[in-house]
């Protein structure tokens, strides 16, 4: 077990065939400081947002997230080896609400992955740690449909997403958002949306 995955306990656990089992976890905001400001860290993770900060300030940020209700964060773990970050937000506690018509059942998300290994990409690894997590919200908090934002110039995320099933959506202009404790610039996103009977027939 990686160091920063001992002693918690998973909330919810996804077999995908082929692959393994991929848990999910709470993010331990000091605990995992370390591998998620190493994730952040790198070039092709510009889109999250955090380049630049330190470790300290890293574990900081999810410390801050760990204060509401309505946004969760989570280390999924393959192996025992961390290998992605899903967080969830209630889209109508967050700005994305402001720029499309909420439905009951819906659950926003951000997704990172982890790089590849030393051995390179792995055939089928992205898509096996975006099915655990699209599992997870969907059956494991039993939501309706998804929403993702990405930033409309991360051709690599919407693609992605379009690969798992998500229907594209609108571009829209998240609103700038400068609080005491959080700042986030304005945003052009492209929204794109799972529906749970897209992806289980119910």
């Not at 300030?57 to 997230?65: A, I, P």
């Amino acid at each position: 077990m990686h160091e920063s995955c001992g002693g918690r306990v998973a909330v919810y656990e996804h077999v995908v065939d082929g692959f393994g089992t991929v848990r999910i976890l709470p993010l331990d905001a000091k605990a995992d400081a370390e591998v998620v400001h190493g994730w952040v860290s790198e070039p092709r993770a510009e889109f999250w947002g955090m380049h630049g900060l330190t470790k300290e300030q890293v574990r900081e940020v999810y410390e801050g997230l760990e204060a509401f209700d309505t946004h969760h964060a989570y280390l999924a773990v393959h192996d025992g080896e961390p290998v992605g970050l899903l967080q969830t937000y209630e889209p109508e506690a967050d700005r994305v609400g402001e720029c499309y018509e909420v439905e009951p059942g819906d659950i926003g998300v951000h997704v990172l992955l982890a790089p590849a290994g030393d051995g390179g990409g792995r055939p089928g690894w992205s898509s096996s740690v975006l099915a655990a997590f699209t599992s997870y919200v969907l059956v494991g908090l039993d939501r309706r449909r998804v929403v993702v934002d990405p930033d409309e110039r991360n051709e690599r995320a919407i693609a992605r997403f379009a690969r798992q099933g998500f229907e594209g959506g609108p571009v829209v202009v998240l609103p700038e958002i400068d609080l005491p404790d959080v700042y986030l610039p304005e945003k052009r996103a492209r929204l794109a949306f799972l529906r749970r009977e897209a992806v289980f027939g119910q």
